[in-house]
């Protein structure tokens, strides 16, 4: 049985790196097209304002492990039935990540994106019941036909919080495991992120109030 799904693996691996100079260009083709639609938006930026975007290529064995969880085998494959695994059935080989401060920005991109992409699936990611991040995914034309893309748009705080907790608790070492399953680090994990989005909300309204006794100060009454 070990043996019968060794090869599977194996030959997802080799697959996996068949497919790797497609991963590269579709990452590639995304990043740039992103970057260019959102010229606009980026160049409008106030001074306090940021807008980051970030690639990545998801590794052989993260790309492993992602399909196998999808599995409904608990988290096995089935090993009379290794034709049906490919890991062109996932959508995020190849990604980028659009994050933004604040967080009143995000619906700005979003929408410019999604004017550039029409045809690609909403994943929107919510944590508490609330939407975390837009997230979408489809083919990027001229870069594969075999390869789907993913972009993903958060708020900056948020996102650089999870480029931390990636690796701790999201997909973590082995030593770490009993860290990530944690009932009491959940809680602070949730903790985290409604503290950033209260940063944000709190900081938008500060802005507002700002701007509006700048404008009444610099009104003046036509005669």
């Known amino acids: 049985m070990a043996e019968r799904a060794r090869a599977i693996e194996d030959r997802l691996r080799e697959e996996y790196f068949q497919l790797l100079p497609e991963i590269r260009r579709v990452a590639e083709q995304l990043e740039a097209e992103a970057r260019f639609h959102l010229l606009p938006i980026s160049r409008a930026l106030k001074h306090y304002e940021r807008l980051v975007v970030r690639s990545r290529v998801k590794d052989c064995e993260s790309a492993l492990d992602s399909l196998r ?33 604040p967080r009143s920005r995000l619906a700005e991109i979003e929408k410019t994106l999604r004017g550039s992409f029409p045809n690609w ?15 979408y995914y489809g083919h990027c034309a001229g870069a594969s036909n075999k390869v789907k893309g993913e972009y993903q748009i958060v708020s900056m705080l948020t996102g650089l919080f999870w480029e931390v907790e990636h690796s701790a608790m999201y997909k973590p070492s082995p030593d770490l495991k009993g860290v990530a399953r944690s009932l009491s680090m959940q809680e602070r994990y949730k903790d985290v992120l409604s503290a950033l989005k209260a940063f944000e909300k709190e900081f938008e309204a500060s802005v507002r109030i700002s701007q509006l006794i700048a404008n009444l100060l610099n009104y003046t009454p036509q005669q």
């Open 69 to 101: 969880r999808r599995q409904p085998e608990g988290a096995a494959f089935d090993l009379d039935h290794p034709e049906l695994y490919t890991l062109t059935h996932l959508n995020d080989l190849a990604g980028i990540r659009i994050m933004a401060f």
């Open 121 to 135: 699936t909403a994943d929107p990611v919510e944590e508490n019941g609330e939407l975390t991040a837009f997230t």
